[in-house]
């Protein structure tokens, strides 16, 4: 069989982008493992059972979609070499350069970078330190001060203390927690009992607080940790790694 310009172009390509493909197949088969590993975890495990993102999904499904995709145009080209051609050369490397618009925080050039598996667990922890901190604060502007005592934390944050978690274990749901920590106003970190605990460090004076939250950094988890603010752990990050809300320190 003679094969053309066009015929040996889709061939090269194919086998280039089936290479670049395949290597992300280490992502689809951590989406099944941890898909596996929720739905079947222990009674005493901690889980986050919606963990994945829709950069989560659109990394684990590029491999096989990509080489399926490519397998069909190889068996294509003969009739259409044309559109196979256009398919390679930009269909594909389209699908790659719209993986960051899932992720924000993505800062690969194609897009397809390891698998954030914790960022749906995060951004549920995030957003409650930020109804917490944003309730301190209003009192803070009323009063001149931040809550020193349990009772004054708790009037103050209310019912948002103890709203639902992204965390279950054994099926059942749980609640986030608050705890009330005197330091200098820095951030607290320990071995937590569970994920979900919110910790709010103030100084004697009431003048200064941070929060940080307890949590598993992943999907499935026999003990909780500290949550941490990002995957990466590398170079010089505020509070140590640790997801917190920024130093509030008042001021009249």
């Not at 009063?143 to 709203?163: I, N, R």
Request: hydrophobic share 40%; aromatic share 10%; with cysteine.
């Amino acid at each position: 069989m003679k094969i053309n310009g066009k015929l040996r172009l889709v061939v090269v390509l194919a086998l280039f982008l089936a290479v670049i493909s395949a290597s992300e197949l280490p992502e689809t088969s951590s989406t099944i493992r941890y898909w596996w590993d929720v739905g079947h975890a222990n009674a005493n495990d901690f889980v986050v059972s919606h963990w994945w993102t829709n950069y989560t999904l659109i990394s684990s499904l590029f491999a096989p979609s990509w080489l399926a995709c490519i397998c069909a145009v190889v068996l294509l080209c003969r009739r259409w070499p044309l559109f196979c051609v256009i398919t390679l050369l930009i269909v594909e490397p389209l699908s790659c350069a719209s993986a960051p618009s899932a992720d924000p925080h993505s800062e690969s050039i194609l897009g397809l970078e390891e698998i954030p598996f914790v960022t749906a667990e995060r951004a549920a922890d995030e957003e409650h330190l930020v109804r917490v901190d944003q309730l301190l604060k209003q009192r803070a502007g009323d009063s001149g001060w931040f809550p020193t005592t349990e009772k004054e934390l708790h009037d103050d944050v209310g019912d948002v203390a103890f709203e639902t978690s992204p965390y279950e274990q054994a099926g059942r749901k749980l609640s986030f927690d608050l705890k009330l920590v005197i330091n200098q106003g820095t951030p607290h970190s320990e071995v937590p009992e569970k994920p979900g605990i919110v910790y709010y460090a103030v100084n004697e004076s009431g003048r200064q607080f941070v929060l940080t939250i307890s949590g598993l950094n992943e999907p499935v988890s026999g003990r909780a940790s500290m949550m941490k603010a990002s995957t990466f752990y590398g170079g010089k990050q505020p509070w140590g790694g640790l997801l917190a809300s920024e130093e509030s320190l008042y001021r009249r």
